[in-house]
């Protein structure tokens, strides 16, 4: 059994790589309602192109199949979207380095939901750092998931930097490559045609957006193409996460996924019932049945010390059941040991010994650890990045591990009473504080 030290330090060491999963579903280019910023002040836009125009390289050649269509329907006009707004290229640049471990998972969910109008969101301190990695001013050596043009307040998204992550992937950065091309075309698209009635979801044929994007290939956009192996990228593999922001901003600048070592129970969580702690000091061990009870626990069988009449003085102050009107060190379930009593140790020095104290939230942390991570071949000892870090940090993921809730509930003020010079600095250890509870 380690000490509870070492057991707040694997899970800090795994909490700092804990997984960030978004489920992320079909979506258009620009995903969750993104680079709506159209020059000319239009709506917001939430997709990309006609995809159909983009594998084209923009060419305003149309099939039989879309001739007969316009054979057969009206006569149609040139849209109120008809592009003709001027419009100057974001200059191109390779990615900044992703995964940076920036942002958390709940960072990420709420930057998706307010882009592309996340002033709120910039002007937290609290998102500071995650704010660095997601927006990159134009004028930037590398560019992250979104570009931007201002300072400060003033700072507006021109760009969801699909290109960005294709570099990524593909490994061409410089000028000219399949990121360049579809972050040129994207970017001018969005311009001449983000402010047409359907740009979030353009229609087949016909539609305003297919008639602006048709014109503007013709026109200001003639020289914004993509050659079709470049398309290609985002139909499959690894590249195709790279078709929204949804897709990608994950992958940029949250922790890469963890994937749970075999040890990781992965179990639901039920807490013991709290009682507050049986009296210090009792007296009823001696140095050596101390000394063999820390032995036989540490070999998880004290079977030969309970069989022996000599210690059960002893053994009555060690183990109490679950059920008891207080509890000791030990807590037993059917003569079997299911939780070291850290917390009961904590509400003796800290006198809160009701089921909303830190004793309780106590146990419940180090419970839920030893319940899903036990099994890991270094929980007594734990290693830096070994199995219980890793299970540690599936366990307390703020996405959702079976002790999460726990987590969630040690407060700064209950940290702090465990730490040295605390309140309840002695019961860190299980070895320390069983003498002062039931030692001569």
């Not at 795994?14 to 709506?43: K, M, Q, R, T, W």
């Not at 992958?251 to 009296?279: D, E, H, N, R």
Request: proline share 7%.
């Amino acid at each position: 059994m380690r000490s509870r030290s070492a057991l707040r330090a694997a899970v800090a060491v795994a909490a700092a790589a804990s997984s960030v999963a978004l489920v992320v579903g079909c979506e258009s280019i620009f995903g969750i309602g993104s680079l709506p910023f159209p020059a000319d002040g239009g709506g917001a836009d939430t997709s990309e192109p006609d995809v159909a125009v983009v594998d084209s390289g923009m060419d305003s050649s149309r099939s039989d199949a879309d001739a007969a269509m316009q054979t057969d329907a009206p006569e149609v006009g040139p849209p109120a979207c008809t592009p003709t707004v001027p419009f100057t290229q974001v200059k191109w640049a390779g990615p900044s380095a992703f995964p940076q471990s920036a942002c958390t998972a709940t960072q990420v969910s709420a930057y998706l939901t307010c882009f592309p109008n996340c002033d709120t969101f910039r002007q937290d301190l609290a998102n500071a750092a995650c704010v660095s990695c997601i927006e990159t001013d134009e004028n930037a050596i590398v560019h992250g998931p979104v570009v931007t043009r201002g300072t400060g307040s003033q700072a507006k998204p021109v760009l969801v930097n699909v290109g960005g992550c294709l570099a990524h992937f593909d490994g061409m950065s410089a000028p000219g490559g399949c990121g360049n091309q579809e972050d040129d075309l994207l970017a001018c698209d969005m311009a001449e045609c983000g402010s047409c009635s359907d740009f979030s979801v353009p229609a087949m044929s016909l539609g305003p957006t297919d008639m602006c994007e048709q014109m503007a290939s013709g026109g200001t956009c003639q020289a914004d193409t993509v050659s079709p192996s470049c398309a290609a990228e985002l139909q499959s593999g690894s590249t195709a996460a790279c078709s929204s922001l949804a897709g990608f901003l994950p992958q940029w600048c949250a922790p890469p996924p963890v994937t749970p070592p075999s040890c990781y129970a992965g179990t639901a969580f039920t807490p013991l019932p709290w009682a507050a702690p049986t009296a210090f000091g009792q007296g009823m061990c001696t140095t050596e049945q101390i000394s063999a009870y820390e032995s036989c626990f540490q070999s998880n069988d004290c079977s030969a010390f309970r069989a022996d009449p000599s210690n059960s003085g002893c053994l009555g102050c060690i183990e109490t059941d679950e059920s008891s009107f207080e509890l000791g060190p030990i807590v037993t379930s059917g003569g079997v040991a299911v939780e070291v009593n850290f917390g009961g140790c904590q509400a003796h020095f800290d006198n809160e010994t009701t089921e909303s104290g830190c004793g309780n939230l106590e146990n419940e942390f180090t419970t839920c650890a030893e319940q899903e991570c036990g099994t890991c071949s270094d929980f007594g000892n734990p290693t830096s990045g070994g199995p219980s870090a890793q299970c540690e940090g599936s366990a307390f993921t703020v996405d959702g591990g079976a002790c999460t809730p726990y987590n969630d509930s040690m407060t700064l003020v209950c940290n702090s009473e465990l730490a040295d010079g605390g309140v309840a600095g002695t019961c860190d250890n299980f070895f320390t504080f069983l003498p002062l509870w039931c030692g001569q």
